[in-house]
């Protein structure tokens, strides 16, 4: 038998008939969207983040975009990210007309690197915000890089998407920038049965204004206070979904964090899988870097593993955006992941003998 990269249908099977029931109780209730589940969410979420105010969107791209525009991100402004992070975040600024400043990442964690932030920060004027991604479910090391950017006067994003749950000493992801944004697509560790996202902030003022931008930039009903808003929202089968699975993150992230700790302890001194102990890693994806890609994937497959590339290109070498994206520091790190880095499956549905079967076939990779 094979596995499989993800089973998102073995999680909804299980839940069938609660889903069904709230399915149903919406729409016999006829409120559709921005109805009692939102209202809910938004609470439920509020307590988990530690944030003050919560914005439901459609998606975690359109989270980005209107995160960006409530820091006045618009054309001609400057956006510092990473660029090994799947492109949501230069493609949020570049859909806004703002440039991608890229910054590298740490050849051991993937994670923006501090010291290449406050070069990039020295080396060219101030750019208009910093998007932070917590990638593949580990968290960056937030409190460096947003003590960096205070000192610049730059407010940051933390793209919490692939890292809902985690958390440090301080506080859990999301919770450190001036506002975070998260996808619920299905195959995130907090995921929905579609498309949906979601916008945090501490600041009332950040929040009202994303919450504007989110539904056509009114204020009241039909009167437009903000210039360029969107239509942005989450449905209400989305948030009763959500409100349900809420409850599950947490074990689930453990699950996904021994299934990782497992698998990187089947290989070999020249692999590994990109984790931390604890609670600042909750193991969206097992992404384990090899210095024969090619040949580590091949033989996985032989062995009935799916496996996946995040991310294959970086975004600067992105046949559309090179010419649109600054590049102020080296970026050798985030070029040599793209060519190390191979996902292997990591879902909390999977099963002991799927867990064996990755297991055994690591280790058959050798030295
Ligand atoms: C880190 C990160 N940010 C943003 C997104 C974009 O989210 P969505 O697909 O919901 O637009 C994704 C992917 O889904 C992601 O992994």
């Excluded at 990782?260 to 609670?279: C, M, Q, T, W």
């Excluded at 090179?322 to 499956?345: C, D, G, M, Y």
């Amino acid at each position: 038998m094979g596995v499989r990269f993800n089973d998102l249908g073995r999680t909804s099977k299980l839940e069938r008939s609660s889903l069904l029931e709230d399915i149903a109780m919406i729409l016999e209730s006829g409120s559709f969207l921005n109805g009692p589940f939102s209202e809910r969410l938004r609470s439920m979420l509020k307590s988990s983040l530690s944030v003050n105010g919560v914005t439901l969107v459609g998606n975690g791209t359109d989270a980005l975009r209107v995160a960006l525009m409530s820091l006045g991100v618009t054309s001609g402004s400057r956006v510092v990210t990473v660029g090994n992070a799947g492109g949501y975040a230069s493609g949020a600024a570049l859909s806004l007309g703002a440039t991608p400043v890229l910054v590298d990442v740490s050849a051991e964690t993937a994670q923006m690197e501090p010291d290449s932030l406050r070069r990039a920060l020295e080396s060219r004027e101030r750019p208009d915000a910093i998007v932070v991604t917590h990638l593949y479910g580990l968290m960056a090391p937030i409190i460096e890089l947003v003590d960096l950017a205070s000192a610049a006067g730059v407010p940051v994003v933390e793209d919490v998407a692939q890292a809902f749950g985690a958390r440090i000493a301080e506080g859990p992801a999301g919770s450190f920038g001036s506002l975070a944004t998260t996808s619920f697509y299905p195959t995130k560790n907090l995921g929905s049965i579609g498309d949906a996202g979601a916008i945090f902030s501490s600041s009332k003022e950040l929040s009202d204004r994303c919450a504007r931008l989110a539904q056509y930039g009114w204020g009241e009903r039909y009167v437009v206070e903000s210039l360029s808003g969107v239509n942005s929202r989450m449905d209400e089968i989305h948030a009763a979904t959500l409100c349900q699975r809420l409850s599950s993150v947490h074990h689930q992230n453990a699950q996904r964090r021994a299934i990782v700790a497992d698998f990187n302890a089947s290989l070999g001194p020249k692999r590994r899988v990109i984790h931390a102990e604890g609670e600042s890693f909750v193991g969206h994806l097992a992404v384990m870097t090899t210095p024969e890609r090619d040949r580590d994937r091949e033989r996985l497959t032989n062995a009935g593993i799916e496996t996946a590339i995040h991310y294959p290109i970086p975004d600067h070498l992105q046949p559309a955006w090179e010419k649109l994206i600054e590049t102020p520091v080296p970026l050798a790190n985030t070029e040599t992941l793209a060519r190390q880095v191979l996902s292997v499956p990591c879902f909390p549905s999977m099963t002991e003998a799927e867990i064996d079967q990755v297991r055994v076939a690591l280790e058959a990779l050798g030295d």
